[in-house]
Each structure stands twice: as C-alpha cells, then as structure tokens.
C-alpha cells in the first residue's frame, strides 16, 4: 500500500526500471491539457504540454509558434481573423 499521499488520484503512476532490474513504482504529476484555439476549440499545434516550472524554463519561441495570435488562435483561425480585419 502506498503512503497516503500518495494515493490520490491527481497523481500519475509511472513504472520505471532501476538498477538491478527491479521494477518500481513512481509517482508523477499530471501533465496540464493542451491548448486549444481560442474560436473553435481545435487543439494547437506547436505548444509543448508541459507543467508550468518547466514552461518558464523554455524559451519563448518554444512555447508558442511565432505568427500574429500564435498560441491563441489555429492557424485557420487566424486567417479569417486577419482577412476579417483587412475588409473592414
Ligand atoms: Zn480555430
């Protein structure tokens, strides 16, 4: 039985070999969910689901693809956002 803080369910199980050929069992955090757009809920490409202590560890062109409303809104998206913008 694992130790009580273990046994929530917020945590992942991760089975890892160590040495000696024993298998054992750690607990990770969850990853968060991934982005998504902010118009039509289409997951985003090019943004890392990471946990926030390693997001602020990257760099900033790793985080999100660098084009006007990278990282808010999918590439179709933004297309119609910026000829929406031009037309008016
Ligand atoms: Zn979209």
């Known amino acids: 039985m694992p130790a009580p803080r273990l046994r929530s369910r917020s945590l992942r199980k991760v089975f890892r070999k160590v040495s000696g050929g024993r298998v054992s069992l750690h607990y990770k955090k969850k990853k968060p969910k991934a982005a998504r757009c902010g ?50």
């Open 39 to 88: 118009n039509c809920g289409a997951l985003l490409k090019g943004i890392p689901r990471e946990l926030p202590f390693r997001m602020r560890s990257m760099a900033k062109t790793k985080k999100r693809p660098e084009r006007p409303y990278g990282g808010v809104l999918c590439s179709k998206c933004m297309r119609k956002e910026i000829i929406n913008k031009v037309r008016q």
